[in-house]
């Protein structure tokens, strides 16, 4: 019942910059928070950042300084802005929302994932 579209992966040399998108879509009432995961092969998905409805901004300490998120909420859309990408960057970038549905019926969706290689 919600959808996630993300754009923007591809492959950037070492110190280069990417921009993530993610746009949500469906019986949504309201989103409480919209979130940034990544998955290298052979490892666990793990959070890169994340955006509460409020604003409150959490980062994984590999990323701080480096990587921005940011939301709009009129159009439930989340950005990911990647400066000074590193080898170590490279990874499949998944785009994940909660909210709740017009049902009030609580959900967390999962995009589909992007892929963002970092190569010199």
């Known amino acids: 019942q919600v959808q996630l579209v993300e754009s923007g992966g591809g492959l950037v040399q070492p110190g280069g910059s990417l921009r993530l998108s993610c746009a949500a879509s469906g019986s949504i009432f309201s989103i409480y928070v919209m979130a940034w995961y990544r998955q290298a092969p052979g490892n666990e998905r793990e959070l890169v950042a994340r955006?509460?409805?409020?604003?409150?901004?959490n980062y994984a300490d590999s990323v701080k300084g480096r990587f921005t998120i940011s939301r709009d909420n009129a159009k439930n859309t989340v950005d990911l802005q990647m400066n000074n990408l590193k080898l170590e960057d490279t990874a499949d970038y998944y785009c994940?929302?909660?909210?709740?549905?017009?049902?009030?019926?609580?959900?967390?969706?999962w995009g589909q994932g992007t892929q963002v290689t970092v190569s010199s």
């Open positions: 994940n929302v909660g909210g709740s549905l017009l049902t009030r019926a609580d959900f967390s969706s």
């Open positions: 955006i509460t409805s409020g604003g409150r901004i």
